[in-house]
C-alpha cells in the first residue's frame, strides 16, 4: 500500500513543499529512510512537467469566427472583446508563429501574444494576469495589464506579427526553484521588435489573439521556426534564394503553390523574383502544372515594391498575362483583349526585348535602366508586331515615366513557345522583376527559368 503512495507526496512536492509535509505527517507509517530516499531522487525538470501536465486538446474561443487558418471577430449584443486560444502550447519544436493582418476593421483593435488557458475570452492579450500581447492599433506590448511599451508605428493590411519563445535561454527562478522564466520575442514583418521575461505558467504558453474592431480578420500560420530577417535574405534551399518574396505561396521543390483563401481578389498570392530582368536574364517563363479551380493565373513584370495582394498588371508599374481570360493587364485593374487562355501543362513566357547597346545602371534600390540607343535597335533582336492601347492606364504610366521615348521597351510574352504579342512600356526605376500571381484553391505552377 505504501508503493502506491510513495509517489503521490513527492510528485505533489514539485508544486508544493507545504503540502508535501501535510501529507508527510498523514502518512506517518513512511520510514524516514524512505523519506529520505525519496528526497535523493532526481524530480523531472520543471519546465517539461509543466508541458507535459496540460491535457487542454481543444481550441478556445469567443466571439471569434473560425475559416480554416482565418479568424474574424464575430462580436454579440455586448460587443465584448472576443479572443482565440490555439489547441497547443509552443514548445522547443514548435516554438513560433504568426498573425498576418487581412483586415483592421473599423479601428485595427487586435492583438496578437501568449497566454495560458486560463486566461479570460472577453479581454485582449497582454491585459490579463498570465499573458503578454502585442496590440496592432498602438503597436504597444502589454504584460499582465501594464500600461504598455511602444514597440512601433499602427500596424496596417499586409503585416505580420511574430511572436516566439527563445526556448534555449529559458531561466529557472531564483529563490524558487518552481518558477521558470522564458524569453517571449516579437517580430514584425520578419524583424524582431522586443524580447521579454516572462513566468512560464502551468500548461505552458498558447499562441492567442484577440479583437474587438468590427470586420476585423487575420490568419494564423503556426507551428512555425523562427528564421531571423538577415538570415532569411541569406537563405540558400532548393531555389528559394531565386525569391525575393512569397506572399500566400510556397515553394515545394521547383513548384509554386497557392496557399491564401482564394475567395475574393485581395486573396491575390504573389511570388516576386529578387532580381528585375536585365541584358543577360531578359526572359523566364512557368509551367501551369495544376490550374486549380479557375486558373487564375497571371504572369508578368512588377517594380519591387508592388502590393503583395495584387496580380501582375493590376497596379501602376506592372504589366502582366492573365491564364483564366488571355488579357493583358497594365498597371490598372481592367484588361485588354491580347492572346489565348491558358490551361494545364501549358508554359507561359514573359521577357523585355533590350536594344543591344542597352547599358543597367542598378543602384541601391535594386537599379535604373538608361538607353544610348533608337527603338530600332530592338526590331533586330525580333520581328513583332507592336500591339497599341488606348487605355488610360498606359497614357498614364507614359506620361509618368519621366524619361524620354527611346527608352521604352517592349515586353512580350509567350505561350508553349510561341510568341502571343508585346506592349512597350517604359521601364520603373529599379527594373522589372519576374513576378507570378495565383488566386485559385489548388493552383501549382513550376517556378521561374
Not at 94 to 117: F, P, R
Not at 145 to 150: E, I, K, M, V
Not at 273 to 298: K, M, Q, W
Request: with cysteine.
Amino acid at each position: 500500500m505504501y508503493g502506491g503512495i510513495k509517489c503521490v507526496p513527492y510528485m505533489l512536492s514539485c508544486v508544493s513543499p507545504h503540502l508535501f509535509e501535510l501529507l508527510k505527517n498523514l502518512f506517518c507509517p513512511v520510514h524516514d529512510t524512505t523519506m529520505e530516499g525519496l528526497h535523493n531522487l532526481q524530480p523531472y525538470p520543471v519546465l517539461r512537467m509543466k508541458c507535459s501536465m496540460s491535457r487542454d486538446t481543444d481550441i478556445s474561443h469567443e466571439r471569434i469566427a473560425l475559416d480554416g487558418d482565418f479568424l474574424s471577430y464575430a462580436p454579440n449584443e455586448d460587443d465584448r472583446v472576443g479572443v482565440y486560444i490555439a489547441a497547443h502550447p509552443l514548445t522547443p519544436d514548435m516554438c513560433y508563429y504568426e498573425a498576418e493582418i487581412i483586415d483592421t476593421g473599423t479601428d485595427g483593435s487586435i492583438s496578437v501574444g501568449l497566454c495560458s488557458k486560463r486566461c479570460p475570452l472577453d479581454a485582449h492579450i497582454g491585459c490579463a494576469t498570465e499573458s503578454i500581447g502585442f496590440m496592432t492599433e498602438c503597436g504597444r506590448l502589454y504584460k499582465e495589464g501594464s500600461r504598455g511599451t511602444q514597440l512601433c508605428i499602427r500596424c496596417d493590411c499586409g503585416d505580420r506579427i511574430g511572436c516566439g519563445i527563445k526556448f534555449d535561454q529559458v531561466l529557472e527562478g531564483r529563490g524558487d526553484p518552481f518558477c521558470t522564466m522564458v524569453p517571449v520575442y516579437f517580430a514584425r514583418n520578419g524583424k524582431e521588435l522586443v524580447t521579454e521575461l516572462v513566468s512560464l505558467p502551468s500548461g505552458g504558453l498558447y499562441p492567442a489573439v484577440g479583437m474587438d474592431s468590427v470586420g476585423g480578420e487575420v490568419k494564423l500560420f503556426l507551428g512555425l521556426n523562427w528564421v531571423p530577417e538577415e538570415d532569411s535574405l541569406m537563405s540558400v534551399d532548393t531555389n528559394e534564394e531565386e525569391w525575393y518574396r512569397l506572399s500566400d505561396i510556397q515553394l515545394n521543390g521547383q513548384v509554386l503553390e497557392y496557399t491564401g483563401r482564394g475567395k475574393s481578389i485581395k486573396d491575390v498570392g504573389l511570388a516576386q523574383a529578387r532580381s528585375p530582368l536585365n541584358t543577360t536574364v531578359h526572359y523566364f517563363e512557368i509551367e501551369i502544372v495544376d490550374p486549380g479551380e479557375s486558373c487564375y493565373i497571371a504572369i508578368g513584370l512588377t517594380r519591387r515594391d508592388y502590393p503583395k495582394h495584387r496580380h501582375p498588371g493590376w497596379s501602376k508599374g506592372s504589366i502582366g498575362y492573365h491564364a483564366d481570360d488571355g488579357k493583358i493587364f497594365i498597371g490598372s485593374g481592367v484588361g485588354d483583349p491580347f492572346g489565348p487562355r491558358c490551361h494545364k501543362g501549358d508554359r507561359m513566357g514573359c521577357g523585355i526585348l533590350f536594344p543591344r547597346d542597352y547599358v543597367c545602371q542598378y543602384d541601391s534600390d535594386g537599379g535604373s535602366g538608361e538607353v544610348s540607343s533608337s527603338p530600332t535597335g530592338m526590331d533586330n533582336l525580333l520581328e513583332l508586331t507592336l500591339d497599341t492601347s488606348d487605355s488610360e492606364d498606359e497614357d498614364w504610366w507614359n506620361s509618368q515615366c519621366g524619361i524620354e521615348h527611346s527608352s521604352k521597351m517592349k515586353v512580350f510574352f509567350t505561350r508553349n513557345g510561341k510568341m502571343v504579342g508585346a506592349r512597350q512600356v517604359c521601364i520603373p526605376k529599379g527594373g522589372f522583376f519576374p513576378t507570378i500571381g495565383m488566386l485559385s484553391m489548388q493552383e501549382k505552377s513550376t517556378e521561374l527559368h
